[in-house]
């Protein structure tokens, strides 16, 4: 029972899914921890949030949008190799700009921490998928 611990090597999918899994966790509770704010719940009362009006256009771009990154946890999974890769690394560093284009004004301490913890993980995304490992062929 002295030996040491083995870790073992982690596909680069399953990492990627992780990460998205876990982006997803911190969109979701900076979002519900936002209905703990007052002006955020008169504005949705009122029918608005963050200067949009709450409407169908509003919610169906707004599920569209979390839905691009939860569809991301099976494309990081079941996407072959190429795709894969450009894929993550493109809706990562979309929703880094749309994420860092939220912090825009914002004075709660909560959503700032919130959006740097998502860009952060956004950016380990890129990472992973940017240095994404490559086979090398066996030497004749």
């Known amino acids: 029972m002295n ?4 870790d073992s090597r982690i596909d ?13 966790l911190v969109f979701a509770y900076v979002d ?10 008169n504005g949705v009362l009122a ?8 409407d169908q256009v509003f919610l169906v ?10 569809l991301m946890v099976t494309v990081s999974l079941l ?3 190429r795709i894969n890769r450009i894929t993550n690394i493109a809706v990562s560093l979309f929703y880094v700009a749309t994420a860092g284009a939220s912090l825009i004004g914002e004075t709660w301490a909560y959503y700032i921490i919130g959006i740097l913890i998502q ?6 995304i890129t990472r992973v998928a940017w240095t994404w490992p490559r086979h090398t062929p066996a030497n004749p």
């Open 3 to 6: 030996g040491q611990l083995q």
């Open 12 to 24: 680069v999918k399953v990492v990627l899914c992780g990460l998205w899994v876990t982006t997803l």
């Open 32 to 41: 519900i921890f936002g209905f703990y704010r007052a002006d955020l719940i």
């Open 47 to 54: 029918g608005r949030v963050a200067g949009l009006t709450i």
């Open 61 to 70: 771009l707004t599920t569209l949008y979390i839905a691009a990154a939860a």
């Open 79 to 81: 996407a072959p190799a």
């Open 119 to 124: 860009i952060s993980l956004l950016l380990v």
